[in-house]
């Protein structure tokens, strides 16, 4: 029926075309009706998907602020709500409560929203589709869901009439790397004069460690660098990527073993000599961890194994967590 009106009306809108174009010449240089209908439409369509995809923005802006009254606001009255659980929760006073008990269950949680498609279907309907990545700092890894919302237009302003959640899982390799969570925090050794200090925290929703160190002779920082230790798909094994402040770098592959790692890295020194050892690491207990580096090259010079640093954590708090 919809179809048959407009066909209707667009056909009504040439034939005063016509006559106005045969009647007056001043009327004929002006936009033709149907053209300036279609555009007015249109820019309409425009101003309403932008207006939707805002909604999102202030969505993402309410949840971050564990504000569920505010979420709950952009329901309509009787609007519904379903999780990923299926449950259903009809009304604004049903999805605020929900919405609280979740933030009680789930302090300080974030989310990300991507809106991969708004569909205007008429002036007061539209559909929204996107995606949603829900985090904390203490998650292992993101969660992820799909979502369609149906929205109307009440009173001027857009509105969720019914909102599914849908679950989409991620290949986590959190797994992988989980046995770092023991090594996460500051650790140092101090021998004579010389002093090792290491942080390693998570980064990147847990998919990889940073380790950052420094040696200090008699008080002066000698070395610093850098490591990025993660699972390396293209290996299938934990890998780790080392840039120090002499210029030099290495590579290595993490290899388990009792109560830590062993590693082999292949690196280079600043001015391209090759360096090669094998590094062990070993968690002792939660406050201690013992290192040592054996079968040490320098380009073609073997290099005498160091002695077993006891590294020894600095605090009880695990930073970065």
Known sequence: MLKSQTHIGLTLASMVVCLAIESSPVISAEKPVATTIQQGSQAAAGADEVAIRASATAFAKSFNAGDAKSIAAQWTEDGDY??????????????????????????????????????????????????????????????????LAIYVKQ?????????????????????????????????????????????????????????????????????????????????????????????GHDFAIWTPRKNGWETSSTGYTTDGTPTSASNILTHVDDNSMTWKSIHRMLGDQPLADTGELVLKRDTETRQGR
Do not use: H
Request: aromatic share 10%.
């Open 82 to 147: 379903v999780n990923e659980q299926g449950q259903r929760y009809v009304g604004r006073a049903a999805i605020q409560q929900e919405y609280e008990a979740f933030f009680s269950q789930y302090p300080g949680v974030q989310i990300q929203i991507k809106v991969d498609s708004v569909k205007v279907l008429s002036p007061t309907t539209a559909i929204q589709e996107g995606t949603t990545t829900l985090g904390t700092v203490d998650a292992p890894s993101p969660v992820s869901s799909s979502y």
């Open 155 to 247: 009173n001027n302003q857009w509105m969720i009439a019914s909102a599914r959640d849908v679950r989409v899982e991620i290949a986590s390799t959190f797994d992988n790397v989980a046995d770092f969570e023991k090594f996460i925090g500051s650790w140092s050794c101090e021998n004579g004069s010389t002093r090792v200090a290491t942080t390693c925290r998570w980064i990147a929703d847990k998919k990889y460690i940073e380790r950052k160190f420094s040696v200090t002779e008699n008080g002066a920082v000698t070395q610093t660098g850098v490591q990025i230790i993660g699972w390396n798909p293209t290996e299938q094994q934990i890998s780790s990527w080392l840039f120090d402040s002499t210029g």
